[in-house]
Structures are given as C-alpha cells and as structure tokens.
C-alpha cells in the first residue's frame, strides 16, 4: 500500500446532533480533526429521527467547506428530503458525500419504513435507498455502504445477504473487541463472518471501531486504560489495512458527557475528553499521519503508480516460529519504503481490570541493500524516530503495538 492510502483509511465517528454536550462546539470537532491529520468523518443524516437537527446540519455544511469528507448513515425515516439536501452538499462542494450508509445496527434499532417494522422493513427500506441514490444525477457515483446489524436478527423466516446486488456496493461490519482483547479476532482478513454466503466479492469497510477507554474488569464489552486504547487502536487500524478494507472509521471523536466519577462506558470512547484533551490515542493518530504523510509529488498525483525503489527485499528474523508477527510494506513517492510491524500479546488483565505488558521481542529487519537512513518510529511515543541509523539492518524490540522501520537512499 501506499502510505497516504493509509491515511485516507482513516475516518472519526462524530455525532453533530448531540447538542447538548461536546460535539455543540464545532470549532473544536474541526481543529480535533486538523490535529489527527483526518478528513474523513461518519455521522447519522441530518433531520431524521437521531440525526442531526438544524444545528447539527448547520455544523457538518460548514465541515465540508473545510474539506471534510462525510459519510452519512441512513437511520429510520430518511425521504426525499433527505436525498435533497445531500444532493445539495455534494453540488456544492463535490467529493463532500464520500459515501451513503444503510441502516445502523438494525438488531439494536429497529427500521421503521413505509408503516412497516422490523428487518423485512430495513431490508425493503435499503433496496429503495441504493435505487434512490444510484438513480440520482449527483449522488450517482457515491458508493453505497450496507447496512450493519442484520447478522444478529434471530428470525429464521429473514433471509439477507445472499446478494448485495440492488442493495449495496460495499460490505460493512462494526468490530469491537471484547473482553479487552487485541482487535485481529474481530478483524477478518479474509470476507467477514456476515457475508460469507455472498455470492460475489465486493469492497469491504469498517465503520465502527474502538476501544472504551473506562478501565473495567470481567467479561464482556469492557472498557481499558487510555494507553492501552491507543495500542489498540494503531494494531486495529493496522490489521484492517492489511486485511484489505477500503476504509475504518474509529468510534468516535470526542467523549460526549462529562463523567469524571467514571460511571458511564458509553462516555469514554473518544479519542479527546469531554474538556476537548487529547488522550494518547489522538496523540497516536497525530503521530501515525505524519510518519505517514506523504509530501512529494508523485505521492500527491500518481497514487497508484508503484515505488521508483525496487532493490529493497525485506526479511525479517524471527527468533520464534510460534511467536505471530503482523507485517506491511508501505511506500512513499519518494521511493522510502516504510515496513509496519506489530503483535498481539495480551494487553488487558481482564480479570483485575488492569494493563499487561509483556516482553518484547527482539526481531532483525534486513534491506537487501545498504539504507542511507534507517528510522524507527514508534506512534505511541512520537512523530519522530525514536532512533536513527544505517546499514543494510537494523534490530528492532517489538513489544505489543505498532513500530515502523523506514529506510532511504
């Protein structure tokens, strides 16, 4: 892949509708955006049921004109008026509707569509909103993302997913991890556990992804530190990329509702406190997009030209066999090659609710070749190497998140 294919990977669950707490201050949403380096954002379609109000509305048309991209899940009740005013935005600005989203969750939100209840109502109401917008003069070319949630309905007389044809142009699945477990369980690299009877391979994404960051103990949803948050969401976004997904939108931005006594999990997901602070995982993103960035021309226009630099032959030595480690090469138009590595040790003592750390692992990187530069970066720490050499090798201690080993001419 290329790196900045990495960065536009990337996108932030936001929820402009909520008025009534941190999302109300839309300068801070849009500078929180600016500092992770991300321009692509999800949220629910303004004027429906758990849309976005006017305000909300106000919000996100002013988002676009920063160059925010948007992609706008569909929530019982959408109508022509709906259609109507995303036509507008994508007028406006084109490239603002990056993509049309089905019904969220619809085990957990049941579909109300056209006097009808329940999945048959969401199935019939996501045909007629694929023709809609697929029929649409503006909206045409937007891609269409399925409906999430329909895997989980246990009436045996529903029947979905067999086909998305008339339905969706892009797999779509939400991949939480459970227990305060590494994310790849829930990460399929292959065609994800909801369409495994579908009968043609199409694009997949994830549109909801994270970690609480409410420490908590047990089994079940539950939260982990904030440190760990951030590990586990640079492995997750990681593993979606190497797993082939067109793009992962992390849930979500901001914690909604001050909860300083730590009661409420749902509180807890964002990647900024109530008060607008970065935790470390917003700290991370920074840090991964700019390691990322990608400032050269070839980078800019010609993204799907391949790297100038071909003499690189990357080994890594692995002291264990049995020991897993997750690699992917990254290019930049400049010819640098950027080798991700990561492993998935356990992180979270879900039974004392507290971090795990194990050793890491020492592991030898080779080139093939002489590097004038060898940087190795870790995003948890900073935007910088954490080291610098050269050679044709380099030693790296991969504890149980991300490194990047980066090498030039």
Not at 65 to 92: D, H, M
Not at 109 to 128: C, I, L, M, S, T
Not at 133 to 147: A, R, T
Request: negative net charge.
């Amino acid at each position: 892949m290329r790196s900045s294919d990495v960065i536009r990977m990337i996108g932030v669950t936001t929820h402009m509708g909520y008025t009534d707490g941190a999302y109300a201050r839309v300068n801070n949403v849009i500078q929180d955006l600016k500092f992770l380096g991300v321009s692509y954002i999800r949220d629910m379609l303004p004027g429906s049921d758990s849309g976005p109000g006017l305000v909300g509305r106000d919000a996100l048309r002013r988002m676009i004109y920063e160059q925010i991209k948007l992609n706008i899940v569909f929530p019982s009740g959408w109508n022509a008026a709906s259609i109507s005013w995303l036509r507008t935005l994508e007028a406006a600005v084109p490239g603002a509707v990056a993509s049309i989203e089905g019904y969220n969750e619809i085990n957990n939100f049941p579909v109300k569509y056209e006097g009808r209840n329940g999945p048959d109502a969401a199935k019939n109401g996501q045909r007629a909103l694929y023709a809609t917008v697929k029929s649409d003069p503006v909206l045409g070319h937007v891609p269409v993302f399925d409906m999430t949630g329909f895997e989980l309905i246990q009436d045996p007389a529903f029947s979905y997913a067999t086909t998305l044809d008339g339905f969706a142009d892009v797999m779509n699945i939400h991949a939480y991890s459970q227990n305060g477990a590494q994310p790849r369980y829930w990460i399929d690299p292959t065609r994800p556990d909801a369409y495994k009877n579908l009968g043609a391979e199409l694009p997949k994404v994830i549109t909801e992804f994270g970690y609480s960051s409410r420490p908590e103990s047990g089994w079940g949803f539950i939260g982990v530190d904030e440190i760990t948050q951030a590990k586990g969401i640079l492995n997750g976004l990681f593993d979606a990329a190497r797993s082939g997904y067109d793009k992962l939108y992390i849930y979500e931005l901001l914690d909604e509702k001050p909860d300083s006594d730590m009661k409420e999990l749902e509180f807890h997901f964002g990647l900024f406190t109530f008060d607008n602070a970065p935790k470390p995982a917003a700290k991370a993103i920074r840090n991964l997009t700019t390691i990322l960035a990608d400032t050269s021309d070839l980078g800019r226009e010609a993204t799907n030209a391949p790297s100038s630099d071909t003499s690189i032959r990357l080994h890594v030595d692995v002291p264990n066999p049995k020991i897993p480690i997750y690699s992917l090469v990254l290019t930049k138009g400049n010819g640098a090659r950027l080798l991700a590595l990561w492993r998935e040790p356990t992180f979270w003592d879900r039974a004392n609710g507290h971090a795990v750390e194990e050793q890491p692992v020492q592991l030898d990187v080779s080139f093939g070749r002489s590097c004038g530069s060898i940087r190795l970066y870790d995003a948890l720490l900073s935007g910088s190497p954490i080291s610098t050499s050269s050679g044709d090798s380099v030693s790296v201690a991969l504890g149980d998140h991300l490194q990047l080993v980066e090498c030039t001419s």
